[in-house]
């Protein structure tokens, strides 16, 4: 009987040993609630820097009111621009028209000259 009980101690101290083993691997694979607080802080710290759908509906309201006020801006730069060039067509004219009236009186004035110097 000594012997069995022998034996048994053996045995119980070699199970004794192994799962301690397990124990210390088992732990190595399982977190801890330390190990939990820090991932919820830097999945906090990770999701203040995502942009959440309110803001991109804000942004998408922005865009749109920023492309609205540019539209109208380019609808009046347009309207300006059609008036300069209504300007600048007239201011053409009138250049080309006293360019033609000076060649004509410089014409008149170089013939009256001819002719009157023999």
């Given at each position: 009987m000594d012997d069995q009980i022998t034996q048994l101690g053996r045995r119980l101290t070699a199970v004794e040993k192994d799962v301690a083993v397990f124990t210390a691997e088992a732990r190595a694979h399982y977190a801890t609630k330390d190990d939990l607080a820090g991932l919820d802080a830097r999945v906090a710290i990770i999701?203040?820097?995502?942009?959440?759908k309110e803001d991109i509906a804000d942004l998408r309201t922005e865009i749109r009111d920023t492309e609205a006020r540019l539209s109208a801006q380019i609808a009046a730069s347009d309207i300006r621009i059609a008036g300069l060039e209504a300007r600048l067509l007239k201011s053409e004219n009138r250049m080309m028209r006293w360019s033609l009236s000076m060649m004509v009186v410089l014409?008149?004035?170089?013939?009256a000259v001819v002719k009157l110097v023999p």
């Open positions: 999701q203040s820097n995502y942009a959440t014409t008149t004035i170089f013939t």
